[in-house]
């Protein structure tokens, strides 16, 4: 049997909007084995000047990424989609191990196989060293609550 990530392609506005929530709150879980499974098992990435290929690897990246980006809160936002391809915008913030807190800004494109699998990752990234008072988001560790802010709301 094959896995199945509902929803399908292709996708209306609205399946799109529910597949870019599934997938921040996937990664604000931080577990790396749980949001590999959103993947392809030969999903291919680019992150950043990182080429990524696999689930295996995919564990490997978001284990290395989230020891080192420490209280990581992420919102994403639909940008534009087409039959099974997404775009989105996103931004999160973290700190390092000295405390320096950045907010990150990015934008992905992705690809979908016909079982909602994501096969297909590009994210490019920049990041910005701010103060803890320049936070922005300040929920529990976990799932953004429905009531807070996005990405438009909060201005970024």
């Excluded at 990435?45 to 209280?71: P, S, Y």
């Excluded at 809160?73 to 989609?81: C, G, T, V």
């Amino acid at each position: 049997m094959s896995e199945q990530r509902p929803p399908f392609p292709p996708f209306t506005r609205e399946t799109a909007v529910t597949k870019v929530r599934q997938a921040e709150d996937g990664w604000n879980t931080r577990d790396p084995e749980k949001v590999a499974l959103a993947y392809t098992p030969d999903s291919r990435w680019r992150n950043r000047a990182e080429f990524v290929t696999g689930r295996d690897h995919i564990v490997e990246f978001l284990t290395r990424k989230w020891n080192r980006e420490l209280d990581y809160r992420l919102i994403k936002e639909l940008w534009a989609f087409d039959g099974n391809r997404i775009a989105v915008r996103f931004a999160y913030e973290c700190h390092d191990d000295s405390g320096q807190w950045f907010r990150s800004y990015g934008n992905e494109n992705w690809e979908f196989d016909d079982n909602g699998l994501m096969r297909v990752r590009h994210a490019s990234i920049n990041d910005l060293p701010i103060t803890e008072e320049e936070r922005k988001y300040h929920w529990p560790l976990g799932r953004r609550p429905d009531d807070h802010p996005g990405l438009s709301d909060l201005g970024l």
